[in-house]
Nanobody, 124 residues
Framework: QVQLVESGGGLVQAGGSLRLSCAASGRTFSSYAMGWFRRAPGKEREFVAA????????YNLESVKGRFTISRDNAKNTVWLQMNSLKREDTAVYYC?????????????????WGQGTQVTVSS
């Protein structure tokens, strides 16, 4: 079992920044690829970014490339999502997730463990 707890969400003006954190506990964090997903009001949960267990591979949703950066520190059992130049359409509940695999994964069905989510609201 892996337990995931997100933090760092909040209210921010458009153009601002937030840094989301996801603290993991349980089994060996460094064995898991990690991902960030989000669910906007009235929409399906969508992939945002993913990082391999070593941090050597990352993949981002096209609409966040150049604005969002995923990173991890296996010694701290933590993965982050740095979000810059936020837009109103980034408003959503953000979730981190873990999957026991090499490489990166982009589908919700490919992840085994999920956090409870943290709300990000971007105002104009």
């Amino acid at each position: 079992q892996v337990q995931l707890v997100e933090s760092g969400g909040g209210l921010v003006q458009a153009g601002g920044s937030l840094r989301l954190s996801c603290a993991a506990s349980g089994r060996t964090f460094s064995s898991y690829a990690m991902g960030w997903f989000r669910r906007a009001p009235g929409k399906e949960r969508e992939f945002v970014a993913a990082i391999s267990w070593s941090g050597g591979m990352v993949y981002n949703l096209e609409s966040v490339k150049g604005r969002f950066t995923i990173s991890r520190d296996n010694a701290k059992n933590t993965v982050w999502l740095q979000m810059n130049s936020l837009k109103r359409e980034d408003t959503a509940v953000y979730y981190c997730a873990a999957t026991y695999t090499s490489g990166v994964r982009t589908k919700t069905s490919e992840y085994d463990y999920w956090g409870q989510g943290t709300q990000v609201t971007v105002s104009s």
